[in-house]
């Protein structure tokens, strides 16, 4: 196993920058994983690390050792497609083998890695199978095996469970975290699903236009991010982006004032006027039953949609005065009816402000 170390690396397609000057360094073992919107270069930093792809400029280790001239087959990778890529005239067992056999390991010492293999991923019963009798489920499993099996140094993943359903989707990433705890290969995963990326992730790194936006432990993507993309991004529902202005006695949200956080207070230095968006996860909104407005954090919504979950209740609800509309997050026992007025206590301690984008 080895480290996976970044410098300043660079692609560009004719004049399209896929990615610019990313570094980064992944410590022996952890699980990474990189997302970001569809086109934000994940795919091309994976690839850059396979070997697939070539840098403009930069410099990539594995381990100690400088790899840019490397070619893929030498790089001791292994990659896991969104498509799986088996081989389809061929088994299971010789799916799981083949990396092995060409590199002419001892046959016996094959069939006794192709049977541990199995039994780790639950496939001993399917060895004889070809993949076309096998659920995309068990064809993923078929995909991860093969590319564990030849222990590789590094296990870059591209978007493996896309094509799964969503049970076997959860399922299969439970399977992947447990493998990843067992096995503790460094491992970089692609994903542009949040959800595969806050569960599965030793470090996040959330990208953007090929930039890196922030990387981090994924409670501190969730609870500090750098900017209003992370904000947006990392969150379901997402994190509700208010737009206000700044002025003498706080912000003003639509005629609504919500004052300046304590903690934020000599924080940052705007001028009166400007305007900027104030972003709140809904979890830090509640119903408030004091509707004297008294208090200096309530907001005043008309509520346009409830979407009953069970255990919870989703509620979107317009803002007096504006389209903009806020996500609450209620208890399952909460219903109210579209067109009721809700006053919202905001929890300002969970208050961030960011530019106007
Ligand atoms: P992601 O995996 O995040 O969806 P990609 O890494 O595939 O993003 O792509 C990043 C950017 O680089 C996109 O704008 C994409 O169109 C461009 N790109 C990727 N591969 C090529 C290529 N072979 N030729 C030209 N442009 C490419």
């Known amino acids: 196993m080895a480290n996976v170390r970044l410098e300043s690396i660079k692609r560009r397609f004719n004049n399209v920058t896929a990615i610019e000057d990313i570094t980064f360094e992944i410590p022996d073992g952890e699980f ?99 993949p076309k009798q096998l659920s995309g489920g068990q064809q993923q499993r078929v995909a991860l095996g093969r590319a564990i099996a030849r222990q590789a140094q590094v296990f870059l993943l591209d978007e493996p469970l896309s094509n799964l359903d969503a049970q076997l989707r959860d399922d299969t990433r439970a399977e992947l975290k447990q493998l990843h705890q067992a096995l503790r ?18 470090k996040i790194v959330v990208l953007n236009g090929g930039q890196i936006q922030q990387i981090g432990e994924p409670q501190t993507i969730y609870n500090q991010p750098t900017n209003r993309m992370v904000a947006t991004f990392i969150g379901n529902p997402p994190m509700n982006i208010l737009p206000a202005k700044f002025t003498a006695n706080g912000f003003d949200v639509f005629g609504q004032i919500l004052p300046v956080p304590l903690q934020m207070k000599g ?32 907001i005043s919504v008309e509520v346009k949609v409830v979407e009953p979950l069970g255990r919870e209740t989703l509620i979107r609800a317009g803002l007096a005065g504006s389209t903009e509309t806020i996500n609450i997050q209620a208890a399952g026992n909460v219903h109210p009816h579209p067109g009721e007025i809700l006053n919202l206590a905001l929890d300002l301690d969970y208050l961030f402000v960011f530019d106007t984008a």
């Open 185 to 202: 290969n460094t491992t970089v995963y692609v994903t542009h699903d949040q959800v595969e990326a806050m569960t599965l992730a030793d």
């Open 267 to 298: 924080k940052f230095n705007l001028p009166t006027g400007k305007q900027v968006d104030l972003g709140i996860r809904p979890e830090y909104i509640t119903i408030s039953s004091n509707s004297s407005n008294s208090s200096n954090s309530l």
């Open 32 to 130: 990474w994983v990189l997302v970001g919107p569809s086109g934000c270069g994940k795919s091309t930093i994976l690839r850059t690390i396979a070997g697939l792809e070539n840098a403009t400029s930069g410099n990539l280790y594995i381990g100690e050792q400088l790899v840019n001239n490397i070619p893929a087959r030498q790089r001791d990778v292994a990659m896991v497609f969104q498509n799986y890529a088996l081989y389809p005239h061929m088994s299971v067992a010789e799916n799981i083998a083949f990396g092995m056999k060409m590199r002419k390991i001892d046959p016996k010492l094959i069939q006794q890695r192709v049977g541990e293999v199995a039994r780790s991923l639950s496939l001993e019963h399917l060895l004889d199978r070809k």
